[in-house]
């Protein structure tokens, strides 16, 4: 690691303000295993947890809950979704949304997840990126993958992501 990556997370925020959004046909609160680890893991963290609800698989649905999150919160996280299946909406509604594209989260997740799982890791399709000043991320609704993103890659990178993107 550089010093000048290590001078920008010092410099990081060490609380952001976040919203969670599940995105299911299925689940409700209490079934909800993946959203609860999101939470969880971001207050565990020190974080701020603005907001937290489940959305049906449709595009409006999932486009007005990040909308009436965005100005309240510096990041979404949206676990559900991601998959290929037909019901499937969350990848195609938050890249039609997305304003600077982090493509480097969704290779990164895939690498980590195919060292788990093998070549099933090319059916998740986590995206991320910026919704005007809102860092926003994607991961599958499954416990196990909320884990490897949120531990691996999104809670050691979270204040630094909303750093660069409120500059």
Not at 35 to 62: C, E, K
Not at 81 to 93: A, K, L, N, Y
Not at 124 to 134: D, I, P
């Amino acid at each position: 690691m550089s010093h000048t990556t290590d001078a920008h997370r010092r410099a990081a925020p060490r609380k952001v303000s976040c919203g969670v959004i599940t995105v299911s046909d299925t689940r409700i609160r209490a079934t909800d295993r993946g959203g609860d680890l999101v939470a969880d893991l971001l207050v565990r963290a020190g974080h701020t947890l603005v907001h937290r609800q489940i959305v049906p698989d449709q595009r409006q649905q999932i486009r007005q809950a990040i909308a009436s999150l965005q100005d309240r919160c510096q990041a979404i996280l949206i676990t559900g979704g991601t998959g290929i299946s037909p019901r499937d909406e969350t990848f195609e509604t938050v890249t039609s949304l997305i304003t600077k594209s982090l493509p480097g989260y969704g290779e990164l997740f895939r690498q980590l997840s195919f060292e788990q799982i093998g070549p099933a890791a090319m059916l998740s399709r986590a995206a991320g990126g910026l919704v005007g000043k809102t860092m926003l991320l994607t991961m599958p609704g499954s416990p196990a993958a909320v884990g490897l993103a949120m531990e691996r890659l999104i809670l050691p990178e979270l204040g630094h992501l909303v750093q660069e993107a409120r500059k």
